[in-house]
T-cell receptor
């Protein structure tokens, strides 16, 4: 069985500061890991995904995440926060790539302080 | 190319009423999914369909039924709605690269 834990349900950062959203996973098989973003009253949009090709994954909007097997982590980062980054972010894990049944974390709401 | 569409966008039901949430995708994806989103709980899988004609239970299937009408459409039915089913429901479809989500249906059961 797979699961993910997102540390911090709310994170606030100043505009221009580093964004760090934490995700730890548990999986009995090599995992496939995803980060999704949800803007208010919208569906989820894929930010990036890890599928074992490279441990550092770059996504849209300047976000990236690094897969660290030793730490069972897949933290999301962005060097400089923009006001438009304010949203809720979900980490998700799947055991199968191509027929994803995603197991989601509980989400982290990111607030950007002007 | 509309992606994943869902109807209705918003619905209010009384306890015991039934309704069907509709979902359609135009990306020729084999796999489709229904999730519910509740505050502080993330998204939880209700049912999924790996291909036309097949459906399987997810994490929280009780109180729901689904129909994979054809490759494009995957509907979710509440036979007798309960207040615990108040939630936001998302449909998704997937290819090998990722899942694509619809805009959601907000359901309020009184």
């Amino acid at each position: 069985a797979q699961s993910v834990t997102q540390l911090g349900s709310h994170v606030s950062v100043s505009e221009g500061a580093l964004v760090l959203l934490r995700c730890n996973y548990s999986s009995s098989v090599p995992p496939y890991l995803f980060w999704y973003v949800q803007y208010p009253n919208q569906g989820l949009q894929l930010l990036l995904k890890y599928t074992s090709a490279a441990t550092l994954v770059k996504g849209i909007n300047g976000f990236e995440a690094e897969f660290k097997k030793s730490e069972t982590s897949f933290h999301l980062t962005k060097p400089s926060a923009h006001m438009s980054d304010a949203a809720e972010y979900f980490c998700a894990v799947s055991a199968n790539f191509g027929n994803e049944k995603l197991t989601f974390g509980t989400g982290t709401r990111l607030t950007i302080i002007p | 190319n509309a992606g994943v569409t869902q109807t209705p966008k918003f619905q209010v039901l009384k306890t015991g009423q039934s309704m069907t949430l509709q979902c359609a995708q135009d990306m020729n994806h084999n796999s489709m999914y229904w999730y519910r989103q509740d505050p502080g709980m993330g998204l939880r899988l209700i049912y999924y369909s790996a291909s036309e004609g097949t459906t399987d239970k997810g994490e929280v299937p009780n109180g729901y039924n689904v129909s994979r009408l054809n490759k494009r459409e995957f509907s979710l039915r509440l036979e007798s709605a309960a207040p615990s089913q108040t939630s936001v429901y998302f449909c998704a479809s997937s290819a090998r690269d990722s899942e694509y989500f619809g805009p959601g249906t907000r359901l309020l059961v009184l």
